[in-house]
């Protein structure tokens, strides 16, 4: 069956970087791309971006252009997303999940990122 | 590359039917039928619930439908349930390989 396990959750400082893994399991990695969304406590869905895990095609969101990057590793079925410049609006859960045709349709647990002094 | 509108919430009586509407631009809603909606309970991850703008996957109920017109894609969920009380998401494709998020929805359910 289809998994995404992501990293535990962590505690960083303002204007420092953060990395989360996502392993996949139960399907072909490299025939799916794998997005980021966050959610800031109390709100929204927010996309971050996408990344093709053969590593080939990344796509970020406006917002987050020059501070995130996307990487993968197909020896091990895993993506990271890396957040750097962190400020605490960067405060909530990153979930990744996999994308069929543009629709998510397994999602990782999520991993709780705090930024705070 | 701005979020989809919602409404902020939406509430029903047991039974009854609500839709809630989603609105984007020509750029997003408008030029794709990449338009999908999510379903998320408190602490919990999103939910596919509408794919394609109207396509509902196998497992989810057959109260939920989905429309779109123009610019702006609607969900109903008929026959509402208790178990309905939930955040709901439309998410769209909008070119060039990005995508955008709604503002999300609150269903209530008096």
């Known amino acids: 069956q289809v998994q995404l396990v992501q990293s535990g959750a962590g505690v960083t400082k303002p204007g420092a970087s953060l990395k989360i893994s996502c392993k996949a399991s139960?399907?072909?990695?490299?025939?799916?791309?794998l997005h980021w969304v966050r959610q800031a406590p109390g709100h929204g869905l927010e996309w971050v971006g996408l990344i093709d895990p053969s590593g080939t095609t990344t796509a970020y969101a406006q917002g987050f252009q020059g501070r995130v990057t996307m990487t993968g590793d197909t020896s091990t079925s895993t993506v990271y997303m890396e957040l750097s410049s962190l400020r605490s609006e960067d405060t909530a859960v990153y979930y990744c999940?996999?994308?069929?045709?543009?629709?998510?349709?397994?999602w990782g647990q999520g991993t709780l990122v705090t930024v705070s002094s | 590359q701005s979020a989809l509108t919602q409404p902020a919430s939406v509430s029903g009586s047991p039974g009854q039917s609500i839709t809630v509407s989603c609105t984007g631009t020509?750029?997003?809603?408008?030029?794709?039928?990449?338009v999908s909606w999510y379903q998320q309970h408190p602490g919990r991850a999103p939910k596919l619930i509408i794919y394609?703008?109207?396509k509902r996957p196998s497992g989810v109920s057959n109260r939920f439908s989905a429309s779109k017109s123009g610019n702006t894609a609607s969900l109903t969920i008929s026959g509402l349930q208790a178990e309905d009380e939930a955040d709901y998401y439309c998410f769209s494709y909008a070119g060039s390989a990005l995508y955008v998020f709604g503002t999300g929805t609150k269903i209530t359910v008096l």
């Open positions: 394609e703008a109207t």
């Open positions: 999940a996999k994308s069929t045709g543009g629709t998510f349709d397994y």
């Open positions: 139960g399907y072909i990695f490299t025939n799916y791309y």
């Open positions: 020509s750029s997003d809603v408008g030029s794709y039928n990449l």
